[in-house]
């Protein structure tokens, strides 16, 4: 009986220790959160001056709310760009106890990767939307209306454009970062290619106006990218099989 005791207290203290270190990750993680999002509401002029360059026209505000929201937006923007890296490297240090030294040094170079795919992402959705989904949108007004643009809805338009990329860019960081803990294959990532291609013309179709040519534009690099993240798998998945093959021989000797 006391043995069963014993055995049910270290589980719940294992358990409290758990989600006190949880807590504490969080923690960090928030106050980096507002720690950036604190330096993006003070830059938001110079970031709102960087996008409106690229613009033929002058956004409007049409309520004093627009003012702040744009603000918020921007340091939000800001704020979760640069606090993602440091998520994930919680989440690292979170799991780290349970992964070997070889998962350890194999994962935490994912953390730099991660970020910046982030910010390719936000910057190849920028260039599409400014270079081709903007223009072609405007061309279809043809003199017919007066255009006049406010800030609240041009930048939900252009974040509904933009983020979907940042966030499908990390695809090649998932798929390696999952080959590595042993719970994704290339030859899996190769079967299903066909569902996977229907997700992302989906996804292409969704952010894109209903222009053919535009959607296979966004939809033939999203495709690229996924036949990236099933070579990059690949190497993955052959280094991890020849440390096992090494490990397995030196075993036998």
Excluded: C
């Amino acid at each position: 009986m006391m043995s069963d005791n014993q055995s049910t207290e270290e589980k719940e203290m294992n358990l409290t220790g758990h989600l006190s270190e949880l807590r504490n990750r969080i923690i960090v993680t928030a106050v980096f959160f507002i720690l950036f999002f604190i330096v993006g509401f003070v830059f938001a002029t110079d970031i709102y001056d960087f996008f409106q360059q690229d613009l033929s026209f002058k956004l409007t505000v049409i309520s004093p709310g627009e003012i702040i929201w744009i603000y918020f937006t921007l340091a939000s923007v800001v704020a979760i760009a640069f606090t993602l890296p440091i998520l994930i490297l919680q989440i690292w240090l979170f799991v780290k106890p349970g992964l070997t030294k070889g998962e350890q040094k194999a994962t935490i170079a994912y953390i730099p990767a991660v970020f910046i795919l982030f910010i390719g992402g936000l910057v190849f959705g920028y260039f599409m939307f400014i270079k081709l989904i903007l223009p072609f949108l405007l061309s279809l007004n043809d003199g017919m209306f007066n255009e006049m643009f406010t800030v609240d809805k041009y930048f939900r338009f252009l974040l509904r454009i933009t983020l979907p990329f940042a966030v499908l860019f990390e695809i090649p960081v998932i798929a390696m970062f999952l080959t590595a803990l042993g719970i994704l294959t290339p030859q899996f990532m190769r079967k299903t290619r066909k569902y996977a291609y229907f997700i992302l013309i989906i996804i292409g179709t969704i952010v894109t106006p209903p222009d053919f040519v535009l959607q296979l534009v966004v939809a033939v690099p999203l495709i690229l990218l996924y036949e990236l993240s099933i070579n990059l798998a690949a190497i993955v998945y052959r280094k991890k099989q020849r440390k096992h093959e090494a490990f397995m021989n030196d075993a036998d000797l």
